[in-house]
């Protein structure tokens, strides 16, 4: 049970949109937290734990994990989502799809697959010149 209000205060954290909401769910994830149980808190951790060492191992399974696009292959750990670009590199996604869009970004720096719902992946380490 303590397990779900944790995660959640962990979503609304991370969905906020502005400072002060994130200051208003902080304020009630401390007081939510000084309620726990040294207890809960253990075992909080140790399934945040457990979901870090999952995610880890999805991670190395991906880094192996290949795209095969008009013939050339193209190893996942070194492409991404424009919307994880963005938050990589601090832009906006209308931004770098409207660059995409325009042919501002050279046609090696990003694969656009077709058969998985025209897909943009960009290169994780392309930086704009």
């Known amino acids: 049970m303590e397990n779900i209000k944790f995660n959640d205060y962990l979503a609304l954290m991370t969905n906020a949109s502005s400072e002060k909401e994130k200051t208003v769910i902080n304020t009630q994830f401390e007081e939510y937290f000084n309620t726990l149980k040294k207890e809960d808190i253990s075992s ?20 192996n994990t290949t795209i095969i696009h008009n013939g050339n292959e193209y190893p996942l750990s070194d492409w991404i ?44 380490n392309y930086v704009w010149g």
């Open 44 to 63: 909080l951790l140790a399934s945040k734990e457990q979901e870090l060492r999952t995610e880890l191992a999805l991670l190395k399974q991906q880094a």
């Open 81 to 124: 989502t424009i919307k994880n670009y963005c938050t990589l590199h601090h832009l906006k996604e209308s931004t770098v799809s409207n660059r995409i869009r325009r042919g501002a970004l050279p046609s090696n720096a990003y694969l656009e697959l077709p058969h998985l719902n025209n897909l943009k992946l960009i290169q994780k």
